[in-house]
Nanobody, 114 residues
Framework: VQLQASGGGLVQAGGSLSLSCAAS????????MGWYRQAPGKERELVAK???????NYADSVKGRFTISGDSAKNTVYLQMNSLQPEDTGVYYC?????????WGEGTLVTVSS
């Protein structure tokens, strides 16, 4: 199973970006999908997570600005990021639990300039 993320880039503070992550190579549906990020010099942290029943969980720092959504039939997870701030800069990693195995994408860089 491979996860391919896309949508990162450079944006000014206050702007928006949309990330997507599609899994390929599995005939099973995704159970849990999420996004983590790692800022320079910091540990990787959870940004948002969505379960098969549609319930979501967000880091306090992104609540009200980011929205996670997913299509379990397509094994694809999305992250809409609005009102981006310089502290949102980092490498964003997608993760999907498929057939009880946790898979990770390689990461996509998001840079927010002030």
């Amino acid at each position: 199973v491979q996860l391919q993320a896309s949508g990162g880039g450079l944006v000014q503070a206050g702007g928006s970006l949309s990330l997507s992550c599609a899994a390929s190579g599995s005939s099973f549906s995704t159970k849990i999908m999420g996004w983590y990020r790692q800022a320079p010099g910091k540990e990787r942290e959870l940004v948002a997570k969505i379960l098969l029943d549609g319930s979501t969980n967000y880091a306090d720092s992104v609540k009200g600005r980011f929205t996670i959504s997913g299509d379990s039939a397509k094994n694809t997870v999305y992250l809409q990021m609005n009102s981006l701030q310089p502290e949102d800069t980092g490498v964003y990693y997608c993760t999907q639990v498929i057939a009880w195995v946790d898979y990770w994408g390689e990461g996509t860089l998001v840079t927010v300039s002030s």
